[in-house]
């Protein structure tokens, strides 16, 4: 860990989207008080919390555990939307909402608790593994998938890429953004799946 690293940035709760260290999330942003949170993003150091929405209200509660996102790409349509391209630079953990004169939340985090260097590569064993439950979670949601290009990707990138799509309720989304390093994620992300797939045989089709 690299000790305690504060940071105040301006925080995007959206419930299914995490985003990694490393990793990109592209999004569309249309509601007014996102797109102020944009433009003064923009503005500034080009900074965005990703956080999920632990609960329902208004506002909802937060998880305590997010990750910044650098914006790499942005653009303005002509009704004021934005396109954005985020790329995950460190994960954080909550220490308290910040009182702004912004439409939308802001909060103070601390960015230095995570250990989020490049990890080391995953076991052989490891590795198959989440690539056997990779073809089935494609299998069971009736996607295409490269299978060739996916044997490509790198450890980090083929993980995290299946946590970012794969359609998991939001309380195992965030075990696999707050799992301590990458080997802890694929364990965890073979087990959701695991017990993803045992439902749907249980319940009938479900993943979408």
Known sequence: MSGKRSLRLPIFPLPGAILFPRSQLPLHIFEPRYREMVRDALAGPGRIGMVQPSGSGDPPPLFHAG????IVAAEELDDGRFNIVLHGSNRFRL???ADMETSYRNADVDAGVFDDEEPPPLSLTLRAEVELEARRLGDAMRLTVDWQAVRRLDDEMLVNAIAQVAPFDVGAKQALLEA????ARAETLIAITEMALARQQDDGPSLQ
């Open 180 to 183: 301590e390093d990458l080997r």
């Open 67 to 70: 990750c910044v996102g650098e």
């Open 95 to 97: 220490i308290a909402e």
